[in-house]
T-cell receptor, first 115, second 114 residues
């Protein structure tokens, strides 16, 4: 069990550029979540997958954001036409849904800075 | 809709002193409750969780939390704080059953003085 990994750890981009982040969950975890955390705040839910199906999306996830989990393993989060307001830490978490429990384990995050 | 309130933005304690971080939640049924800790620039590490059963739960690093349904609280405690405990602590609530997203509080930053 190597934990949840995220790549890159840091990304600096210019406004208007597209960026893509990758998350590799704990192996055999069937759920994968994306959260966004801005300075001084707790993480806010963006979306989650069960296997390859995207089951819920937050209103925070504008049409510039898209997430995929093509084979039910790793996931990508793409932000198109980045804005300065997109600057945040993007956290990925995974869990193994079992009867009566759903404990999420978080990765180290990708810190995005939009100039 | 579920929500979490962490009333204390910043707490300072002396090393060796006891600690209690407050968490109040709002949820219509029995919630799933979690405490996570975050060091600067890092992801979140799970300290402990409550799903059902014994209302006093033990976690890692000597932390414990008590679920009090009547007060809608899930306060985190540690009898003796170490300097390495300095970090940001987040309480979170999830819907019971196999549902999904966590709702986090705004966090409490713990400073430990030597």
């Amino acid at each position: 069990d190597t934990g949840v990994s995220q790549d890159p750890r840091h990304k600096i981009t210019k406004r208007g550029q597209n960026v893509t982040f990758r998350c590799d969950p704990i192996s055999e975890h069937n759920r994968l979540y994306w959260y966004r955390q801005t300075l001084g705040q707790g993480p806010e839910f963006l979306t989650y997958f069960q296997n390859e199906a995207q089951l819920e999306k937050s209103r925070l996830l504008s049409d510039r954001f898209s997430a995929e989990r093509p084979k039910g393993s790793f996931s990508t989060l793409e932000i198109q036409r980045t804005e300065q307001g997109d600057s945040a830490m993007y956290l990925c978490a995974s869990s193994l849904v079992a009867s009566g429990s759903d404990t999420q384990y978080f990765g180290p995050g990708t810190r995005l800075t939009v100039l | 809709a579920q929500s979490v309130t962490q009333p204390d933005i910043h707490i300072t304690v002396s090393e060796g002193a006891s600690l209690e971080l407050r968490c109040n939640y709002s949820y219509g049924a029995t919630p799933y409750l979690f405490w996570y800790v975050q060091s600067p620039g890092q992801g979140l590490q799970l300290l402990l969780k409550y799903f059902s059963g014994d209302t006093l739960v033990q976690g890692i690093k000597g932390f414990e939390a008590e679920f009090k349904r009547s007060q809608s609280s899930f306060n985190l405690r540690k009898p003796s704080v170490h300097w390495s405990d300095a970090a940001e602590y987040f309480c979170a609530v999830g819907a019971s059953g196999t549902a999904s997203k966590l709702t986090f509080g705004t966090g409490t930053r713990l400073q430990v003085t030597l």
